[in-house]
């Protein structure tokens, strides 16, 4: 597995994978280090919101391939340029990794996360606010509730969307409850912003708990929990051109039988390929009354933007015409790898084959991601057949959560490889650090 290529290595960085860092632990980082800048300047994560930054795990390489004389200014003087909300991830990545600097005695990396969280380029208190915490403790806390509470208070239309709650409730975990609460009992009472502050956290609690009971109430009263359109407005707001109709794809969740064959009906009988995608993608969500020809026809030979949402809605139903479409799609010469996921209720022991030389080398990650989600909704009733497609979720998947569940489904079908149990002690994302340490010690027991 190592030592990597530099081609490897700016792989395994972008995905995450252990095998970075434990190439620059074993041969360091000569030849490296503008990959490493690089991918510490701007974040590679294809879903941060979901895997977090990976600021610990690049500030291990960083220590690891001895730059952090070299990484350190360049991280700090991209925390000082403005930003804008396209750089949201790339800013949370270098807030993050400052955050570390600082908790290591890098002064500077302290001041420049006060300086990037004092000009107030975000909304989201969060952002800045979580560093602050990890670089200053209470002081950054109280630092953070300071300009927080001064925002709310002075700058019109600011909310901070139970901002406040949420860092109360971190800083909390990391330093104490007992001592931030008095900490900020007792800026509080000298400061107005602290106690604006302190006061948005009391007025969320309430919300949430006013907006619980009024629910609970519904529920004894029989009433919905929210209003719900009549299935006249819906097929309206599908027929209109513009972007409100997102809004109602998830309507079919707590639609009728009537509706839904209502719906089903208005959508065999349409024709534009806009108000058709939109019907299809209705049924995401929500079982198709019945496996019509038309659907399984535009499945095969339909404009490339209806396949996908065929299907993504033929995915949920289990029919055997469904199974033999799969066949025919990953079977013809090229194969079209998105049709893996018509065999997410109709997969058989034996569909591993087609589905392996189906599956690409290489390609986009939004495709390969979606291909991935495909293969982990249908390892959950494969058995030990499906290994190779397992591993080819671990090689090629963008998104570190689901290379964590392939190696989780591996482990649970006993077929985890050594090397990749091994690797995975490595791995960016916690869990998948914690799932192959409770592997090995499961297995080290056994032996």
Known sequence: MIPLTQEQFRDALRKGKGRALLHVHEFGGSGLEEDVLRACEQSLVYDAQSEGTRSEWLYDIVTAAGLVEAVKPRVLAALEQPATMEQFWDVAQLYCLAAIFARNGHDDARDAVYRKFDRKEFIEAWLGGIPLITADGLAGFLHVADVTGDRLANEPGYWDGGDCEYLFHEACERLGEEAVTNALAEAAEKNANCRTFRDAIQKHQDDV????????????????????????????????SGPEAV?????????????????????????????LQRFLQMFRLCDMPRVDGRILQLARTGPAELRGPCFDALGRIQDERIHQLAHELLSQNPPMPEAISLFRNNYESRDHAVIELALPRQGDDDVLHGIVLDLVKISDTAGSEFLYCLQWVYESSPCSCCRESAVRRMVDLQIAPQAILHECLADSYEDTRKLATAALAGTDAKE
């Open 209 to 240: 708990r006013k907006y619980n009971e009024e629910q609970e109430e519904k529920k004894l009263q029989g009433r919905p929990l929210r209003e719900r359109k009549c299935v006249e407005e819906v097929l309206q707001i599908v027929e209109s």
């Open 247 to 275: 809004g109602f794809l998830f309507w079919l969740r707590g639609a009728s039988a009537l509706e839904i064959q209502t719906v089903f009906e208005r959508m065999l009988a349409e024709h534009r390929p806009m108000q």
